[in-house]
């Protein structure tokens, strides 16, 4: 059975850089069970007993069994199998938040990718190539880039004492967008990239949060928007974010992306490979 998502939002959470859920223990680690072998036992919300159900930003995911609320709960697709949407529920929904409600993607804009080689970064990449933007993705490392290289249009590296003349080479006016994964370390990188009007959407900060946005940035009409999955992706958006993202399941968009795959007894071990970032891939738990 395929149970909770493994992910660095837990990681913020227990080191303090996320905050809880309003009037959550500390002690209900886990936030997604994406994609659960436990079959619904209510009528209520539209479910029928023996559906499969997942859930995305509920306390309790690491868990071997859990109880969730009708409401918390999004049904699954026949042909979506549990490890799928384990793997990719929150995950993708999170880069639908940024394709389709930060910024919505249309064909011809050109976007940086901050972060491209993170696991975000890297459905996100792919997601905007497909429905017809240029990707610029920056890896982090040498050893990252040829997996940046696989799913953007441009791949650089942000170590490059050039990334910013190589960026404007790309888009000699700026970018239309710039997605940004890292966060404070990269924010001057995003704010040298977008063009004049264009829009820095703030998804994580794995480096610190960045800084509020500068007299400079106003007065050239740069946007900032920011804000979690769940402001977006919420009663209604639900049905419509979900099902966009099975469609590019479906459609083979990230099925070159490798899965690596951790008992539930080495969470741990899943932990401390996202620390040191030895992770291959996008990490789920099998129960």
Known sequence: MTGPECDRHQLCRRDGAHRALPDAPARHAGLRGGGCDRRCWTGRNGFERGDRAAYFFVEGAYATA?????????????????????????????????????????????????????????????????????????????????KVEAGATHALFASDPELSTKIRAIAQAGVDVVYDFVGKATFPVGVAAVRDGGVIAAIGAASGQPPAATEQMASRGIQIRAGGTPQHVHGGTVAVATEQLWDAVRADLFSDLEVVRYRFEQIGGAHADMESRRLAGLPVLIV
């Open 66 to 146: 859990s109880l969730k609320p009708a409401e918390n709960l999004v049904r699954l697709p026949h042909d979506i199998s549990n490890e799928v949407a384990a793997t990719f529920l929150a995950k993708g929904l999170t880069a639908w938040r940024g394709l389709y409600a930060l910024h919505r993607i249309t064909a011809g804009d050109v976007i940086l990718v901050l972060g491209a080689s993170g696991s975000v970064g890297s459905i996100l990449s792919r997601w905007a190539r497909a429905l017809g933007a240029t990707v610029i993705g920056v890896a982090g490392s040498p050893e990252k880039l040829a």
